[in-house]
């Protein structure tokens, strides 16, 4: 299988190391299109398979996958409109784009969208995808082969919900960097150095996290594990539900969502 990567940042570069170190793309099957050609190259594509002119990339490639940043795709959809063919097929990982409008700016049928996360560098991700309806089930399997190198995939019928995938799991990464920083930030403030406040905060995640993965119980029943009755996890939690953290979250993801649907229209 040929693969085209049209924008070489951060999914870009993910994608096509997913791709080939699960062997299921062989590094010269790999075609990138770039806006200058890079000085050094990372991993086993080769250099002539990198161009800056899509007419080299895209006849070669038989998934072609869109991975520049929403706001750079109308100036990229211009250079590369009718270019495509009707057994090519085209994913997607743009936030907010709609699979009509790919399709409407680029003259691209088979279209798949998705939504992964930055931990598919580790193939830890987790990507929900859904796809056009002129897409057979031979195609679909196609994409969530590749996808699922970099980790977990969802697929949805319903569109509207990868804009809530990437509210979700898309942006989620940032949120919990977000909150182990605040945590080792108050660590620090309790007197322990920036690298232990990071140990401490680092494996109390893991450890929560794995605890959770092995386990049947529901979120509310592992916090009652932690926090015993006029203890110190408790008072910690009333705080966090005095100032509606739960509530904050909801209103943090649902302006995401917002935005999603923002870089799309
Ligand atoms: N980062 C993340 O965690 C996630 C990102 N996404 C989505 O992935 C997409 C890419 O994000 P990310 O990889 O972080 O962004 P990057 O900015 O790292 O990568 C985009 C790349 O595309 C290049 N580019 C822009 N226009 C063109 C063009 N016309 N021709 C060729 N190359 C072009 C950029 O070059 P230059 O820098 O020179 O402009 C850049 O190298 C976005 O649409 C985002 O919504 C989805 C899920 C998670
Ligand atoms: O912040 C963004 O717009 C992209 C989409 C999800 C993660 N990064």
Same mark, same amino acid.
């Given at each position: +299988?040929?693969?085209?990567?049209?924008? &070489?940042?951060?999914?870009?570069?993910?994608?096509?190391?997913? /791709?080939?170190?699960?062997?299921?793309?062989?590094?010269?099957?790999? /075609?990138?299109?770039?806006?200058?050609?890079? !000085?050094?190259?990372?991993?086993?594509?080769?250099?002539?398979?990198? $161009?800056?002119?899509?007419?080299?990339?895209?006849?070669?490639?038989?998934?072609?996958?869109? *991975?520049?940043?929403?706001?750079? /795709?109308?100036?990229? %959809?211009?250079?590369?409109?009718?270019?495509?063919?009707?057994?090519?097929?085209?994913?997607?990982? +743009? %936030?907010?784009?709609?699979?009509?409008?790919?399709?409407? $700016?680029? #003259?691209?049928?088979?279209?798949?969208? *998705?939504?992964?996360?930055?931990?598919?560098?580790?193939?830890?991700?987790?990507?929900? /995808?859904?796809?056009?309806?002129?897409?057979?089930?031979?195609?679909? +399997?196609?994409?969530?082969?590749?996808?699922?190198?970099?980790?977990?995939?969802? &697929?949805?019928?319903?569109?509207?919900?990868?804009?809530?995938?990437?509210?979700?799991?898309?942006?989620?990464?940032? &949120?919990?960097? &977000?909150?182990?920083?605040?945590? +080792?930030?108050?660590?620090?403030?309790?007197?322990?150095?920036?690298?232990?406040?990071?140990?401490?905060? #680092?494996?109390?995640?893991?450890?929560?996290?794995?605890?959770?993965?092995?386990? *049947? !119980?529901?979120?509310?029943?592992?916090? %009652?594990?932690?926090? $015993?009755?006029? #203890?110190?996890?408790?008072?910690?939690?009333?705080?966090?539900?005095?100032?509606?953290?739960?509530?904050?979250?909801?209103?943090?993801?649902?302006?995401?969502?917002?935005?999603?649907?923002?870089?799309? $229209?």
């Amino acid at each position: +299988m040929k693969i085209a990567i049209l924008g &070489y940042g951060n999914m870009g570069k993910t994608y096509a190391q997913s /791709f080939i170190n699960s062997g299921v793309v062989k590094p010269a099957d790999v /075609f990138v299109l770039c806006k200058r050609p890079p !000085l050094i190259i990372n991993n086993t594509i080769p250099f002539e398979n990198f $161009s800056t002119n899509s007419s080299e990339v895209i006849p070669n490639a038989d998934v072609i996958i869109l *991975s520049v940043k929403p706001q750079d /795709f109308p100036e990229l %959809a211009k250079s590369i409109s009718g270019k495509f063919n009707d057994n090519q097929l085209v994913l997607s990982v +743009m %936030a907010g784009v709609k699979m009509a409008s790919i399709a409407l $700016s680029t #003259g691209a049928s088979k279209i798949v969208r *998705s939504m992964p996360n930055v931990a598919s560098q580790i193939g830890m991700g987790m990507t929900v /995808f859904s796809a056009s309806g002129n897409i057979g089930m031979e195609n679909l +399997m196609i994409v969530q082969n590749l996808l699922n190198t970099t980790g977990k995939s969802l &697929y949805v019928s319903d569109e509207d919900k990868i804009d809530a995938a990437t509210a979700v799991s898309g942006s989620g990464p940032a &949120y919990v960097f &977000y909150f182990m920083e605040a945590m +080792m930030q108050a660590a620090q403030k309790l007197g322990f150095t920036e690298s232990e406040a990071e140990t401490l905060v #680092g494996q109390t995640f893991m450890g929560a996290i794995n605890l959770q993965n092995g386990s *049947s !119980l529901n979120g509310r029943e592992l916090i %009652a594990k932690v926090a $015993s009755k006029g #203890g110190t996890t408790e008072r910690a939690l009333a705080v966090m539900d005095n100032a509606s953290v739960t509530e904050i979250v909801s209103k943090a993801i649902n302006a995401a969502n917002q935005r999603a649907r923002e870089l799309g $229209s």
